[in-house]
Every structure is written in structure tokens, then in C-alpha cells.
């Protein structure tokens, strides 16, 4: 394949990504590292570097859009990023010494695990909301958007102690192995907090570039970014997110639920047949 | 722009956001056409045989003077990582400004929140790769 070839396909898929991973919070790992690995036959640290700088393009892209629109909750995100860039840390300082293959197998059965509430959330479009007390209240996490037929909806977060757990798992997995973080996130605001669907993926889009970021350092310093690799995924991506971001907005709340639940599935199988030697 | 507005300060994060991805673009787009110009008709495979298991990989300069003279010497490949450390930083130009937003609205308790954010992202970038039990 020539060079112009490679960077025009990765052009292309890097959108495609970027569309996907922007609307269901993951960034557009999910897609890039297959794609690197199996069919254009990449050597695995390569493709995570390039997912690393596909998350980070995907995450400011799509923000962009959705914090001027006002559907990310600044606050809640910012409040979970204190937990996922602890979390991206510690990941990063016992990778090292821990077995890729048992961690991808122990998270993607999570994931798995965690298919079956999302699946049984299909068909609710906007959540009944809690009402607003404790440690949410005394950290304003509450906040409201303008869903597709113009009405205004206003929620408040619940349990937010079990969403900052949650997000901690996101950051130390996003250290340990490069990927995967998304879905914990977006699963802690969606099943622990009761935010609404667009809520819980905008705002975890809006942090993934963070924890990305924590780790980037470490991803650039080994050499795992490769400019002929992440050129292409970075345009695409931040192309995609754009458009992305269009969809989202026009979406409803029980439409990006079952996008979530099928990429979510994706993802877990993909760490799965990974960590069983299926080269992913 | 009124600092202590809330809605300003959604307005103010996405243009940080919107700017730097543009800027970073922009950049990326200059090395890719070098790129697609001086090597566009080589074999890709031939400019991605680098050794994996050594850190850094051979053949990838990852030091900031290498950068430098290669921006200098309008290598594609120095610009496009130019790009990306653009796009690196436009998250953390986010969460720098957010702690001055934050201040302007008299929110302490969000304030030293993303300061401890800001600051555990520094180290985490600037710090942790230079320690070597952190090499994943």
C-alpha cells in the first residue's frame, strides 16, 4: 500500500470513528485499533497511540458543539475528572508490572456484565429525576438542556460517590491499558448518577480528553506516536466528531442508548477475544 | 463577556476547544501534504518498520531538539507531531482556564477542584515519563 493510499483509508475510517465515538462518549478507539491491527497489520503500540490522539481529537471536537450547547455538565465532569485522572495515574504506575491479557478478560466481562442494565434502560428517553440533596447539592451537580422538541429538561445527579468510583476504575483502566475508558464512564453517570442519556456520553466525551492526556505524555515519550499514523486518524477524527456531535444534538436520549449498548458491546467483546489471543 | 455569567463560561471552554483543534488542523494538514508530496507514492509498510520492543521505538526521535530542528528543516513528520502536541494540549488549556473561570464566579470549591486536576495532569504528562517504573 503506498503512503497516499494509507492515509486517505485511514482518512475515511478515522470519520467514521470519529462520528461513533463522539456520540457514545468512547472517543473512536473502539474502531481505530482494530482497524490498525488486523487490517492494515500494525503493531499493537502503534495502534494504541494512535487511539490515545483519536480520543483526545475526538473528545475537543465533539466538546466544542456540545459545551456551547450547553448539553455537557461542566461540573459533573469536572468533578469525575478529579477520580479518572487519580485513577489514569495509578494505571500507569503498575501497567508495568500486570498482565494485559487477565485484565483485558477481567474488564471486558465487566463491560459484559454491564450490558444487561443497559439493555433493560432501552425504551426510557428521559429519566425520573432525584431529588437534589447531599453531597450533589453542596456540589451543585444538577443542571438542564433542550432536548430535540424544544422543551427544557432539568435533572440531578444522584450518588455521586458511586459515579466517582466508578470513574476511578475508568482512569486506573485508561493507565493500564491505553483503552477502555469511556464505557465506565458514561456506565457510572448513566447506572449510578441517573443522568440522562446525553448527558452521561457528552460530559464523559468531555473528560476522556483529560485522562487521554495524562497518559500521552508517556505514549509520546516511548515513541508510540507515529506522525504517518496519527495524521490521518487525527483529520478524520476531528471531522467525524463534528458531525458527531450535529447528530447527537438532533438525536433522542432512547436512540443514543441503543448506540451506546452496541458499541458498548463491541468494545467488551473486543477485550475479551483480545485477551483470549484472538489478535484484536 | 461577563466572567461571572455561568452561560459565558460554557461559551468561553468552547471556543478554548474550538480554537485549538482548528490550530491544530491546520498544522497537521501543512505536514500532511508535505508528507503526501516528498513520500506519497513509497510503500507505507516501509515507513513503518520500526522496532516495537525497543523504548523509545528506532527510527522515532521523540526529543524536543529533534523536533525543533526538524520544524526548522520543514520535515513533514516534525510538523504533524507539532499538530498533535497541539491537540494534546488544547484538553489542558481547557481545564487551566476552567480554574480562572471558576475563581471569576466565586466557586471555591470548583476552583480547587480542577487545580487539583490541572496539577495531577501535569504531573502525569511532564513528570511520569521520566520515571521509569512507569514504562506500561
Not at chain 1, 215 to 241: E, M, N, T
Amino acid at each position: 500500500m503506498f503512503v497516499l493510499e494509507f492515509i486517505l483509508f485511514l482518512f475515511l475510517i478515522s470519520i467514521f470513528a470519529g462520528v461513533f465515538g463522539s456520540i457514545v462518549g468512547l472517543g473512536g478507539g473502539v474502531v481505530i485499533i482494530p482497524v490498525l491491527t488486523i487490517l492494515l497489520g500494525v503493531d499493537i503500540h502503534f495502534a494504541i497511540g494512535a487511539s490515545i490522539v483519536a480520543i483526545i481529537g475526538t473528545s475537543s471536537g465533539a466538546a466544542s458543539t456540545y459545551v456551547t450547547d450547553k448539553v455537557t455538565n461542566l461540573r459533573v465532569g469536572m468533578f469525575l475528572e478529579l477520580a479518572s485522572t487519580t485513577g489514569a495515574i495509578i494505571g500507569a504506575a503498575v501497567a508495568a508490572y500486570t498482565n494485559s491479557a487477565a485484565l483485558e478478560l477481567i474488564f471486558g466481562g465487566i463491560l459484559l456484565v454491564t450490558l444487561v442494565p443497559t439493555v433493560m434502560k432501552i425504551g426510557e428517553d428521559i429519566p425520573k429525576s432525584p431529588e437534589l440533596k447531599g453531597l450533589s447539592k453542596r456540589l451543585g451537580l444538577t443542571g438542564s438542556y433542550v432536548e430535540t422538541n424544544g422543551s427544557l429538561v432539568k435533572y440531578n445527579a444522584e450518588k455521586p460517590a458511586e459515579g466517582l468510583a466508578g470513574t476511578w476504575v475508568a482512569g486506573i483502566l485508561s493507565g493500564l491499558l491505553g483503552i477502555g475508558g469511556g464505557a465506565f464512564k458514561v456506565l457510572s453517570m448513566d447506572l449510578a448518577m441517573k443522568l440522562p442519556m446525553k448527558v452521561s456520553t457528552t460530559t464523559s466525551n468531555f473528560m476522556i480528553g483529560v485522562t487521554a492526556a495524562a497518559s500521552a505524555g508517556i505514549y509520546f515519550a516511548r515513541g508510540d506516536v507515529d506522525p504517518l499514523i496519527v495524521a490521518p486518524v487525527a483529520l478524520g477524527i476531528l471531522i467525524g466528531a463534528s458531525l458527531g456531535a450535529r447528530i447527537l444534538l438532533r438525536s433522542r436520549n432512547a436512540t443514543i442508548r441503543k448506540v451506546f449498548a452496541i458499541v458498548l458491546a463491541v468494545a467488551a467483546l473486543e477485550m475479551v477475544l483480545s485477551a483470549l489471543g484472538v489478535s484484536v | 463577556m461577563n466572567l461571572k455569567d455561568p452561560e459565558s463560561m460554557n461559551a468561553i471552554i468552547g471556543k478554548v476547544l474550538r480554537y485549538g483543534v482548528i490550530l491544530s488542523a491546520v498544522v497537521v494538514i501543512v505536514g500532511t501534504i508535505g508528507l503526501a508530496v516528498s513520500q506519497g507514492t513509497s510503500e507505507a509498510s516501509s515507513l513503518l518498520n520500526y522496532n516495537a520492543s525497543s523504548i523509545p521505538h528506532d527510527g522515532i526521535d521523540v526529543s524536543l531538539s529533534g523536533l525543533l530542528s526538524g520544524l526548522a528543516s520543514f520535515s513533514p513528520f516534525s510538523w504533524i507531531e507539532l499538530g498533535i502536541v497541539v491537540l494534546i494540549a488544547t484538553p489542558v488549556s481547557r481545564v487551566l482556564i476552567s480554574v480562572f473561570l471558576f475563581a471569576a464566579e466565586k466557586d471555591r470549591i470548583y476552583v480547587l477542584i480542577t487545580a487539583v486536576v490541572l496539577a495531577l495532569l501535569l504531573f502525569s504528562m511532564l513528570v511520569t515519563p521520566s520515571i521509569p517504573g512507569f514504562h506500561a
